[in-house]
């Protein structure tokens, strides 16, 4: 039985939180937001006063963009004449300013084929992301950024990734080139950036969309078929566990669960269970987790209220849930918190299972005054109540969207 819902008030007072605890990396997410700032401009060319969001304005009227802070009268004089010019003004006025702004760095002349090449590929990206209805233009702004990136290459500076010629070529389904062109740089500078380049295209992460309402990209996801999308995974796992040996054989949490993803978007389940097997102890409340599909902090929410954890998967779970409660209980040093969040897991799986007598059991180990004050006291009296109610239902997790 799934309930959909929006954890907004139950959980308004919960905030975005990570908490390093004696080697336990805690996550507690919920909703937040990011005001958009209003400043208020005036267009250097007419005059014209304004408010806008953007750091890099553009006048309304004149269309102007603002590239910079401040401009010399010479400067002003010669591009007054531009933005005023007939091929300036055919320009169509539902383009993006970024399409506008390469337009100007060719007529206006000086500017080098990368700071074009740069803004024709961010023009593009505005237009995927907005879903543009001028083909014309978002054609344009592909080849455009292209060329000129290609004509900026070999890039002076060796440390530079060329992330936007490589996304460019994704996106007009040129993958033999992206392929050569980001394999080629320098291992010994750029080996993360290549395994991050092939994970980014890889597309294994949840989608944005199904969180914030929003799916930002920086390439065109439609253009990558299903045989070159399996392709870029597989070169993804292969960069990244070579990142992982560069590394002598550790890695992060975000390094662990992009394996984790990789090997799921390629049906390899058992090398999940292998790695998970393998992994560093400070990670078992993530695992617990991932086998729950909760995530933590949010006891009875699942990421995916479709397809439900398996029996097998929430064995696995109460199984490093149990080692978790018996590594923290015998670590002197953990705290209460730590000793908590580890019975909570415990008693979560134990519920999920319909181990009802077990999971009571289980919580009946946290004395309700040590978490009294804490972010876990939600969790703990929403278990004890499915619990004592014999409920194993679960309710899809949504997060509150991100405002901007």
């Known amino acids: 039985m799934i309930r959909k819902w929006a954890i907004i008030m139950e959980k308004k007072s919960r ?5 390093v605890v004696a080697g336990l990396t805690l996550y507690v997410t919920n909703g937040f937001s990011v005001p958009a700032i209003e400043k208020d401009y005036i267009c250097p060319i007419g005059k014209e006063k304004f408010r806008s969001i953007d750091y890099s304005p553009q006048c309304p009227t004149n269309k102007f963009v603002m590239f910079k802070n401040e401009f010399t009268k010479e400067e002003l004089k ?9 091929e300036y003004k055919a320009v169509p006025k539902t383009s993006p300013k970024e399409y506008y702004l390469g337009r100007f760095y060719e007529m206006a002349g000086g500017f080098s084929d990368k700071e074009i090449g740069e803004t024709y590929y961010k023009a593009y990206r505005a237009q995927i992301n907005w879903n543009s209805e001028n083909t014309n233009i978002l054609k344009e702004s592909l080849t455009k950024g292209i060329s000129y990136l290609e004509k900026s290459l070999p890039m002076e ?61 920086d390439f065109d996801k439609e253009s990558i078929d299903k045989e070159t999308k399996k392709e870029f995974r597989e070169k993804a796992l292969y960069y990244l566990q070579d990142v992982i040996k560069k590394n002598k054989g550790r890695y992060s949490e975000e390094e ?17 269970d292998e790695l998970f097997s393998k992994a560093p102890s400070e990670y078992r409340s993530l695992i617990v987790s991932y086998y729950l599909d909760e995530p933590i902090g949010s006891i009875g929410d699942v990421y995916d209220g479709k397809k439900l954890a398996t029996e097998d998967n929430l064995k696995k779970a109460l199984s490093y849930a149990d080692k978790l409660v ?31 007598e077990e999971a009571s059991k289980t919580l009946n180990k946290i004395n309700i005054m040590d978490i009294k004050d804490t972010i876990y006291r939600y969790d703990f009296e929403r278990l004890k109540e499915l619990t004592e109610k014999k409920d194993s239902s679960v309710r899809e997790y949504t997060p509150l969207p991100i405002m901007y």
Request: no cysteine; aromatic share 14%.
């Open 326 to 356: 018996k590594m923290i209980s015998k670590n002197n040093s953990a705290d209460k918190i730590q000793y908590n969040l580890s019975i909570i897991l415990k008693a979560e799986a134990e519920r999920r299972l319909g181990k009802f």
């Open 157 to 217: 500076n060796k440390s530079e990734f060329p992330w936007s010629l490589a996304y460019l070529y994704i996106s007009n389904k040129e993958f033999d080139k992206a392929n050569a062109l980001v394999e080629k740089q320098d291992k010994n500078i750029h080996l993360e950036r290549i395994a991050n380049f092939y994970y980014s295209v890889s597309d294994v992460e949840k989608s944005k969309e199904n969180y914030y309402g929003y799916d930002y990209m």
């Open 256 to 272: 662990l669960f992009r394996q984790v993803n990789l090997y799921k978007s390629l049906g390899n389940e058992r090398s999940i």
């Open 15 to 19: 905030k975005l939180s990570a908490m």
């Open 78 to 86: 010669k591009y007054e004449k531009i933005i005023n010019s007939k």
